[in-house]
């Protein structure tokens, strides 16, 4: 939780803005910038956006030193985490590189953000127009959602465009917008409906709590969608096959008895879908879930960047 | 790390766990995993929610061996809710949401 604060970015300096823009831009074209939370190693330069721009690990230098709330630089690397991709080695996932397409994103992101602006009110404006992509009808995993859930988002948009504009939501109304969705949630009819709902659901809070609330929920909701596309890679039977091996595993790891990582592939649920053939399966659905994960990624950076102040 | 939230070993798990009167949610996570790095904010705010009304230990499964294979923890984040000694929840990463609702229902 945040206490109420007045931001300006970059202490509205401009050569604090120019210092940092400088900064990012001599790393956006090396191997330098990594889709991790608030990270730097000052040994190989190498680092996240916020990391790179502070030289830092201590997130109190976002506003101390930039003059942006801590939430929008959770918010702008929890999108840029999504940038992720996976490179190969013999059949072996070597490492989680940001796609070549994305490395220019916080540079863009530093140079977009006004000097003097106040960024505070960034994650509700940035909440709904979330929550609007996800409803928009053009994601191809996130077709046919239930009426309520499109409901709920439509009353969240309400909720944090009021926040935004400056109008006071009441802590009750937050409470009770939470635990209506919790049971949307619980009632979504399919997997894309769930999804969604959990995301609504987790970001059912004011600003002042966007901190914690907002970037644990993009990076959720990463997670869920790349599920949803690997989904897509299987027949429903197949799919059935997963869910049983996925189940057997943890039944298996929920039980008291000692196990190896061997007993898992032990379980007759997991054998089935373990030959060589269906690895390559898993591993293409692996890689195609990253790829459209990263394009949406970048999207949704766009739309951060779209939701700046002027 | 938080001052709502105490850091437990083996060896202090009896005296900061299994003899509080409150409530206890113990969060199992490591330094090397980004999933328990991302609670990490949920966990601090929750502490800071329900301080006097649930006490918030956080153990680093690579510190506190014992504990988790008492516990039987093989992934991590994992999230036990502990009241007079026996764990009455066990869920994985939640969002705050659903962490607060958990915790409500014990609490009244």
Known sequence: MTSPHTYSAYLGDIACKQRIVARLRSHADTQHLETKKMAWQAETGAGSPYGLALQSTD??????TLGMPVAVARLQEAVFGGC???HWKDSRMAQVVTAASAVQLPLQW?????VGADLSTLPSRFAQALLRWLVGGEQAMLTELDAEVCALIA???ELHEGAASGVAVSDARWTATRQHAMQVTDAAGNSASQVVATFA???AWPDSEASSTLPSAVDSLANDLSALVRQSFFTPAEQALRDAAQQAIQRLGASAAKVTPDDFGKLPE???VSSPDWMQRERQALDGAMNTLSQVAQQWHALLIGCLPA | MSQHITDVLDDSFSTEVEATKLPVLIDFWAPWCAPCIAMTPIIEDVAKLYAGRVKVVKIDIDQATALKERFGVRSIPTLMLFRDGEVIERVQAQSKTRLCAMLDRHTG
Do not use: K
Not at chain 1, 59 to 64: D, F, H, K, Q, R
């Open chain 1, 59 to 64: 997130e109190a230098l976002v506003v101390s």
């Open chain 1, 84 to 86: 992720r991709v996976i």
């Open chain 1, 110 to 114: 530093f140079e977009s953000i006004a």
């Open chain 1, 155 to 157: 009353s969240l948009c």
């Open chain 1, 201 to 203: 659901e987790a970001i």
């Open chain 1, 270 to 272: 997991v054998q089935a």
